[in-house]
Protein backbone atom coordinates (compact mmCIF):
# COMPACT_ATOMS: atom_id res chain seq x y z
CA UNK A 1 0.00 0.00 0.00
CA UNK A 2 1.41 3.49 -0.77
CA UNK A 3 2.81 5.18 2.09
CA UNK A 4 0.48 8.19 1.90
CA UNK A 5 -2.79 6.48 1.76
CA UNK A 6 -1.55 4.25 5.17
CA UNK A 7 -0.97 7.64 6.90
CA UNK A 8 -4.43 8.48 5.76
CA UNK A 9 -5.26 5.27 7.98
CA UNK A 10 -3.10 5.85 10.87
CA UNK A 11 -4.96 9.98 10.29
CA UNK A 12 -8.18 8.27 10.82
CA UNK A 13 -7.65 6.17 13.75
CA UNK A 14 -5.89 8.81 15.53
CA UNK A 15 -8.57 11.09 14.95
CA UNK A 16 -10.99 8.34 15.67
CA UNK A 17 -9.61 7.73 19.14
CA UNK A 18 -9.80 11.55 20.23
CA UNK A 19 -13.29 11.99 19.50
CA UNK A 20 -14.50 9.06 20.87
CA UNK A 21 -13.27 10.46 24.47
CA UNK A 22 -15.96 12.99 24.05
CA UNK A 23 -19.15 11.32 21.85
CA UNK A 24 -19.34 8.06 23.29
CA UNK A 25 -20.94 4.81 21.59
CA UNK A 26 -21.04 6.92 17.87
CA UNK A 27 -18.33 4.98 16.42
CA UNK A 28 -20.70 5.06 12.87
CA UNK A 29 -21.03 8.68 12.81
CA UNK A 30 -17.24 9.61 13.75
CA UNK A 31 -16.74 7.19 10.86
CA UNK A 32 -18.85 9.52 8.45
CA UNK A 33 -17.58 12.55 9.97
CA UNK A 34 -14.25 11.84 9.23
CA UNK A 35 -14.58 10.71 5.86
CA UNK A 36 -16.97 13.92 5.29
CA UNK A 37 -13.27 16.13 6.47
CA UNK A 38 -11.09 13.65 4.17
CA UNK A 39 -13.77 14.17 0.86
CA UNK A 40 -13.40 18.16 1.51
CA UNK A 41 -17.40 17.85 1.90
CA UNK A 42 -20.14 19.32 4.16
CA UNK A 43 -22.85 17.65 6.44
CA UNK A 44 -26.27 17.76 7.38
CA UNK A 45 -27.05 16.23 10.69
CA UNK A 46 -31.06 15.51 11.07
CA UNK A 47 -31.42 14.80 14.85
CA UNK A 48 -33.40 15.92 17.77
CA UNK A 49 -31.78 18.61 20.35
CA UNK A 50 -29.56 17.10 23.02
CA UNK A 51 -28.19 14.37 21.49
CA UNK A 52 -24.40 16.02 21.39
CA UNK A 53 -24.19 17.63 17.41
CA UNK A 54 -22.89 20.85 18.52
CA UNK A 55 -20.15 19.19 21.11
CA UNK A 56 -19.40 17.04 17.73
CA UNK A 57 -17.98 19.93 16.10
CA UNK A 58 -16.34 21.36 18.94
CA UNK A 59 -14.69 17.93 19.25
CA UNK A 60 -14.04 18.02 15.59
CA UNK A 61 -12.46 21.45 15.50
CA UNK A 62 -10.18 21.44 18.90
CA UNK A 63 -8.85 17.54 17.52
CA UNK A 64 -8.05 19.55 14.33
CA UNK A 65 -6.97 22.55 15.56
CA UNK A 66 -9.04 24.70 13.38
CA UNK A 67 -10.59 27.36 14.08
CA UNK A 68 -14.65 27.16 15.10
CA UNK A 69 -17.24 29.40 14.64
CA UNK A 70 -21.44 28.57 16.08
CA UNK A 71 -24.46 30.42 13.85
CA UNK A 72 -27.58 30.02 15.27
CA UNK A 73 -29.85 30.37 12.67
CA UNK A 74 -33.14 32.33 13.63
CA UNK A 75 -36.14 33.44 11.08
CA UNK A 76 -35.03 37.50 11.26
CA UNK A 77 -31.32 36.73 10.34
CA UNK A 78 -29.83 38.22 7.60
CA UNK A 79 -26.90 36.93 4.74
CA UNK A 80 -24.97 39.35 5.95
CA UNK A 81 -24.84 38.07 9.26
CA UNK A 82 -23.42 34.46 7.92
CA UNK A 83 -21.05 36.65 5.23
CA UNK A 84 -19.79 39.66 7.05
CA UNK A 85 -20.80 43.06 6.56
CA UNK A 86 -18.68 46.31 5.05
CA UNK A 87 -18.62 49.19 7.47
CA UNK A 88 -17.45 52.61 6.32
CA UNK A 89 -14.42 54.05 8.63
CA UNK A 90 -14.90 57.68 9.37
CA UNK A 91 -10.67 57.94 10.29
CA UNK A 92 -9.71 56.07 6.77
CA UNK A 93 -12.42 57.09 4.71
CA UNK A 94 -12.59 53.59 3.16
CA UNK A 95 -14.74 50.61 3.66
CA UNK A 96 -13.60 47.77 6.04
CA UNK A 97 -14.61 44.45 5.97
CA UNK A 98 -15.99 42.94 9.07
CA UNK A 99 -16.43 38.73 8.68
CA UNK A 100 -19.20 36.75 9.51
CA UNK A 101 -19.04 33.45 11.60
CA UNK A 102 -19.01 31.43 8.05
CA UNK A 103 -15.00 32.67 8.01
CA UNK A 104 -13.92 29.90 9.81
CA UNK A 105 -12.70 26.57 9.13
CA UNK A 106 -15.40 24.57 10.97
CA UNK A 107 -18.53 26.02 10.99
CA UNK A 108 -21.67 24.51 13.20
CA UNK A 109 -24.80 26.09 11.10
CA UNK A 110 -27.34 25.55 13.73
CA UNK A 111 -31.07 24.84 12.81
CA UNK A 112 -30.66 25.78 9.46
CA UNK A 113 -34.38 25.42 8.69
CA UNK A 114 -34.72 28.08 10.82
CA UNK A 115 -33.25 30.83 8.80
CA UNK A 116 -35.43 32.39 5.61
CA UNK A 117 -34.46 30.57 2.38
CA UNK A 118 -32.12 34.18 1.68
CA UNK A 119 -30.43 33.30 4.20
CA UNK A 120 -30.05 30.25 3.68
CA UNK A 121 -28.67 30.84 0.18
CA UNK A 122 -25.90 32.94 1.26
CA UNK A 123 -23.99 29.53 2.19
CA UNK A 124 -24.39 28.68 -1.14
CA UNK A 125 -21.59 29.74 -2.68
CA UNK A 126 -19.59 29.16 0.63
CA UNK A 127 -20.10 25.57 0.33
CA UNK A 128 -19.88 24.96 -3.41
CA UNK A 129 -16.98 27.54 -4.14
CA UNK A 130 -15.33 27.92 -0.68
CA UNK A 131 -15.44 31.63 -1.79
CA UNK A 132 -18.02 34.68 -0.27
CA UNK A 133 -18.70 37.72 -2.15
CA UNK A 134 -19.66 40.66 -0.27
CA UNK A 135 -19.97 43.91 -2.12
CA UNK A 136 -18.68 42.86 -5.03
CA UNK A 137 -15.43 41.46 -3.63
CA UNK A 138 -14.66 38.06 -3.54
CA UNK A 139 -13.13 36.69 -0.17
CA UNK A 140 -11.74 32.75 -0.15
CA UNK A 141 -12.56 30.68 3.01
CA UNK A 142 -9.51 29.27 5.12
CA UNK A 143 -8.40 25.03 3.97
CA UNK A 144 -9.72 23.56 5.52
CA UNK A 145 -13.66 24.33 5.51
CA UNK A 146 -16.51 22.34 6.74
CA UNK A 147 -19.61 22.96 7.45
CA UNK A 148 -21.54 20.87 9.77
CA UNK A 149 -25.42 22.20 9.56
CA UNK A 150 -28.29 21.15 11.70
CA UNK A 151 -32.05 20.62 11.47
CA UNK A 152 -34.51 19.67 13.86
CA UNK A 153 -36.77 16.61 12.12
CA UNK A 154 -39.80 17.08 14.46
CA UNK A 155 -39.98 20.66 15.18
CA UNK A 156 -41.04 22.37 11.47
CA UNK A 157 -43.28 24.97 13.21
CA UNK A 158 -41.50 28.31 11.35
CA UNK A 159 -39.11 26.45 9.81
CA UNK A 160 -38.30 26.35 5.89
CA UNK A 161 -37.12 24.01 4.54
CA UNK A 162 -34.02 23.46 2.45
CA UNK A 163 -34.37 23.54 -1.32
CA UNK A 164 -33.00 20.59 -2.90
CA UNK A 165 -30.19 22.56 -4.45
CA UNK A 166 -28.76 23.15 -1.21
CA UNK A 167 -29.54 19.74 0.01
CA UNK A 168 -27.16 18.32 -2.77
CA UNK A 169 -24.21 20.53 -1.62
CA UNK A 170 -24.10 18.07 1.65
CA UNK A 171 -21.98 15.62 0.96
CA UNK A 172 -23.96 13.08 3.52
CA UNK A 173 -26.73 13.33 5.90
CA UNK A 174 -26.53 11.52 9.41
CA UNK A 175 -28.19 11.05 12.13
CA UNK A 176 -26.79 10.84 15.56
CA UNK A 177 -29.64 9.04 17.35
CA UNK A 178 -30.14 8.76 20.86
CA UNK A 179 -27.14 6.50 22.84
CA UNK A 180 -27.65 2.78 24.54
CA UNK A 181 -28.68 2.44 27.95
CA UNK A 182 -24.69 1.80 29.03
CA UNK A 183 -23.31 4.34 26.63
CA UNK A 184 -25.50 7.23 28.29
CA UNK A 185 -24.49 5.74 32.42
CA UNK A 186 -21.11 6.53 30.44
CA UNK A 187 -21.98 9.84 29.80
CA UNK A 188 -23.50 10.76 33.21
CA UNK A 189 -19.80 9.60 34.94
CA UNK A 190 -17.68 11.16 32.41
CA UNK A 191 -19.39 14.70 33.04
CA UNK A 192 -19.74 14.06 36.49
CA UNK A 193 -16.58 17.02 37.32
CA UNK A 194 -15.92 18.58 34.01
CA UNK A 195 -16.51 17.94 30.48
CA UNK A 196 -14.51 15.59 28.67
CA UNK A 197 -14.25 18.44 25.81
CA UNK A 198 -11.75 20.23 27.82
CA UNK A 199 -9.13 16.98 28.28
CA UNK A 200 -9.15 17.19 24.09
CA UNK A 201 -6.38 18.48 21.79
CA UNK A 202 -5.08 19.16 18.93
CA UNK A 203 -3.61 15.59 17.66
CA UNK A 204 -3.07 16.46 13.95
CA UNK A 205 -1.50 19.40 12.21
CA UNK A 206 -3.18 21.09 9.33
CA UNK A 207 -0.67 19.95 6.92
CA UNK A 208 -1.22 16.34 7.80
CA UNK A 209 -5.32 17.14 6.69
CA UNK A 210 -4.76 18.77 3.29
CA UNK A 211 -1.94 15.88 2.84
CA UNK A 212 -4.84 13.22 3.65
CA UNK A 213 -6.99 15.21 1.58
CA UNK A 214 -4.91 14.73 -1.39
CA UNK A 215 -4.51 11.11 -0.59
CA UNK A 216 -7.64 9.56 -0.95
CA UNK A 217 -7.84 10.56 -4.79
CA UNK A 218 -5.33 7.69 -5.59
CA UNK A 219 -7.58 5.41 -4.36
CA UNK A 220 -8.03 2.76 -7.43
CA UNK A 221 -11.58 2.40 -8.42
CA UNK A 222 -12.17 -0.36 -11.26
CA UNK A 223 -14.77 0.45 -14.17
CA UNK A 224 -16.86 -2.06 -12.44
CA UNK A 225 -17.54 -0.17 -9.34
CA UNK A 226 -18.14 3.05 -11.26
CA UNK A 227 -20.75 1.60 -13.02
CA UNK A 228 -22.30 0.07 -9.96
CA UNK A 229 -22.19 4.01 -8.75
CA UNK A 230 -23.89 5.39 -11.24
CA UNK A 231 -26.63 2.70 -12.10
CA UNK A 232 -27.53 3.30 -8.07
CA UNK A 233 -27.77 6.36 -8.89
CA UNK A 234 -29.86 5.53 -12.25
CA UNK A 235 -31.82 3.84 -10.50
CA UNK A 236 -32.78 6.38 -8.25
CA UNK A 237 -33.70 8.35 -11.38
CA UNK A 238 -35.96 5.91 -12.73
CA UNK A 239 -37.98 4.41 -9.86
CA UNK A 240 -41.70 5.08 -9.39
CA UNK A 241 -42.00 6.22 -6.16
CA UNK A 242 -39.35 9.25 -6.69
CA UNK A 243 -39.76 12.32 -8.18
CA UNK A 244 -36.44 13.63 -8.52
CA UNK A 245 -33.70 11.47 -8.46
CA UNK A 246 -30.17 11.24 -7.51
CA UNK A 247 -28.10 14.06 -9.68
CA UNK A 248 -24.48 13.38 -11.21
CA UNK A 249 -22.89 15.38 -8.52
CA UNK A 250 -24.49 12.21 -5.50
CA UNK A 251 -22.88 10.09 -8.13
CA UNK A 252 -19.47 12.04 -8.02
CA UNK A 253 -20.04 12.36 -3.82
CA UNK A 254 -20.91 8.52 -4.08
CA UNK A 255 -17.36 7.81 -5.79
CA UNK A 256 -15.67 9.91 -3.15
CA UNK A 257 -17.06 8.58 -0.24
CA UNK A 258 -15.90 4.88 -1.27
CA UNK A 259 -12.22 5.98 -1.65
CA UNK A 260 -12.45 7.49 1.62
CA UNK A 261 -14.30 4.50 3.30
CA UNK A 262 -11.46 2.13 1.61
CA UNK A 263 -8.44 4.45 2.62
CA UNK A 264 -9.48 4.84 6.27
CA UNK A 265 -9.58 0.72 6.62
CA UNK A 266 -6.42 0.52 5.09
CA UNK A 267 -7.34 -0.45 1.56
CA UNK A 268 -5.52 1.15 -1.91
CA UNK A 269 -8.99 0.31 -3.71
CA UNK A 270 -12.96 0.33 -3.75
CA UNK A 271 -14.59 -2.73 -2.84
CA UNK A 272 -18.22 -3.13 -3.69
CA UNK A 273 -18.97 -3.21 0.60
CA UNK A 274 -17.74 0.39 0.34
CA UNK A 275 -20.38 1.71 -1.78
CA UNK A 276 -23.17 -0.08 -0.39
CA UNK A 277 -22.07 0.90 3.12
CA UNK A 278 -22.59 4.51 2.02
CA UNK A 279 -24.99 4.64 -0.52
CA UNK A 280 -28.11 5.68 2.39
CA UNK A 281 -25.86 8.64 3.73
CA UNK A 282 -25.07 10.06 0.54
CA UNK A 283 -28.77 9.29 -1.61
CA UNK A 284 -31.09 9.87 0.72
CA UNK A 285 -31.47 13.47 1.17
CA UNK A 286 -30.84 13.98 -2.78
CA UNK A 287 -34.26 12.74 -3.55
CA UNK A 288 -37.64 13.87 -3.65
CA UNK A 289 -40.31 11.18 -2.99
CA UNK A 290 -43.55 11.61 -4.43
CA UNK A 291 -46.59 12.31 -3.00
CA UNK A 292 -48.36 9.23 -3.08
CA UNK A 293 -45.20 7.60 -1.45
CA UNK A 294 -45.41 9.71 0.91
CA UNK A 295 -49.27 9.22 2.31
CA UNK A 296 -47.72 5.13 2.59
CA UNK A 297 -44.83 6.36 5.01
CA UNK A 298 -42.21 5.41 2.37
CA UNK A 299 -39.20 6.99 2.82
CA UNK A 300 -35.80 7.84 1.09
CA UNK A 301 -33.95 5.15 3.11
CA UNK A 302 -36.02 2.77 2.54
CA UNK A 303 -35.98 3.03 -1.40
CA UNK A 304 -32.26 3.45 -1.21
CA UNK A 305 -32.42 -0.12 0.65
CA UNK A 306 -34.57 -1.39 -1.74
CA UNK A 307 -32.05 -0.29 -5.06
CA UNK A 308 -29.23 -1.69 -2.98
CA UNK A 309 -31.14 -4.90 -2.88
CA UNK A 310 -31.97 -5.01 -6.58
CA UNK A 311 -29.38 -3.53 -8.61
CA UNK A 312 -26.80 -6.31 -9.23
CA UNK A 313 -23.38 -5.98 -7.59
CA UNK A 314 -20.73 -6.41 -9.70
CA UNK A 315 -17.68 -9.50 -8.70
CA UNK A 316 -14.14 -10.23 -9.48
CA UNK A 317 -10.91 -8.22 -8.66
CA UNK A 318 -11.26 -5.15 -8.15
CA UNK A 319 -7.40 -3.76 -7.06
CA UNK A 320 -6.54 -3.41 -10.37
CA UNK A 321 -3.43 -5.17 -9.64
CA UNK A 322 -4.09 -7.68 -13.12
CA UNK A 323 -5.10 -4.70 -15.29
Known amino acids: MDEKLHQVKQFSEKLMRNLE ?22 LLIDDVPGVGKTVLAKSLSKSLGCSFNRIQFTPDMLPSDVTGVSIFN ?19 ADEINRATPKTQSSLLEAMEERQITVDGVTYILPNPFMVLATQNPIEYEGTFPLPEAQLDRFLMRIKMGYPNLMDEIHILELQQLRHPIEDISEIVTEKEILEAQEAIKTVYISDPIKRYIVELSRATRNHEDVYLGVS ?76
Not at 23 to 29: A, D, E, H, P
Not at 30 to 38: A, E, H, P, S, Y
Not at 279 to 295: D, E, F, K, T
Open 248 to 323: PRGSLSLYRVSQARAATLGRDFVLPDDVKSLANYVMGHRMVIQPSARLRNLSADQIVSEILNTVRVPGGDFSGRND
Open 90 to 108: QNTREFEFRPGPILAQIVL
Open 21 to 42: KVIVGKSVILDQVIIGLLCQGH
